[in-house]
């Protein structure tokens, strides 16, 4: 009797549990899960990679880096994967690691490759004004998010949703596009697209601070900032002369004329933009960092 391949997954986030929950259904030998440790000052809106795969009994591993010697140790003569997955796992994938399985490696990724390589790829979609996103599998190479495709499906980003809503639709066509290939990979037969490098866009990773709003920009700009970076991420802010910080957790475009960042109403607040103005529905005004914070929606 032939051994299932030894299937090694690394992986973080709501894609992360989305695909590890369709390879548990799908009956792969899973024969580790590298994870990163939960960072109790980040606010974390999705599952436990790190819990789900000890509930199923499959050893858990979260290092810091992946370049020490004793990781490649461990995967390569205690691991030996045949198979290996990256579902949006943060870091870079050494290339003597994945090039230990013989059956290949595959990496998740959440927009329509080439368009949208590199780190939070479906907020900047968002931002960007995009129509659609989607999943993407494709083979591993040395270059993040560039290698062969295996297979895709489009999400469709809607003129409303926030990027949260969207990602969460991502991790369901993800885990679909698994189920839809998990076949051809156990048996090494993975189709395989090249990527038109010439059509490839690349973002870097966001952090708080991106979420600044200019005033000076079009309505429809800060419009789509606030969706991509509203709850469950750290959302669109301004300062004001008085130290206290403007949070917009969502806001409506409104037909005025008045010069960019004049306040025009303070409860709700009005903002004069580029081009208008936006009216926050949803909104805190902090005193960074230590004052007291009054919230009003």
Known sequence: ???????????????????????????????????H?????????????????????????????????????????????????????????????????????VNLHGSLLPKYRGRAPVNWAVLHGETQTGATLHHMTGRADAGDIVDQEAVPIGPRDTAGEVMAEVAKAAARVLDRQFDNLV?????????????????????????????????????????AVTRPYPGAFADWPDGRRLMVWWAEPEVRDAPPGTLLCPHPPIIGTGDGAVRATDFEWRVPPTGSASAAR
Do not use: K
């Open 37 to 105: 440790q939960d960072d109790p000052a980040e606010t974390r809106w999705f599952r436990s990679v790190a819990a789900l795969a000890a509930q199923g009994g499959v050893p858990v591993f979260t290092p810091a880096s992946l370049v020490a010697p004793e990781w490649e140790a461990l995967v390569c003569d205690r691991l030996r994967p045949d198979l290996i997955f990256s579902l949006y796992y943060r870091h870079l994938i050494p290339t003597r690691l994945f090039r230990t399985a013989g059956l290949g490696a």
């Open 187 to 227: 048996r090494g037969t993975a189709p395989r697209t090249p990527q038109d490098d010439a059509l490839a866009t690349c973002f870097g990773r966001r952090t708080p601070e991106d979420g600044r709003i200019d005033w000076a920009w079009p309505t429809s700009r800060i419009f789509n900032l606030v969706r």
């Open 1 to 35: 009797m032939i051994s299932p391949p030894r299937v090694l997954v690394f992986g973080y986030s709501e894609v992360g549990c989305a695909g590890l929950d369709l390879l548990r259904r799908r009956g792969a030998h899973l024969v580790g899960v590298f994870t």
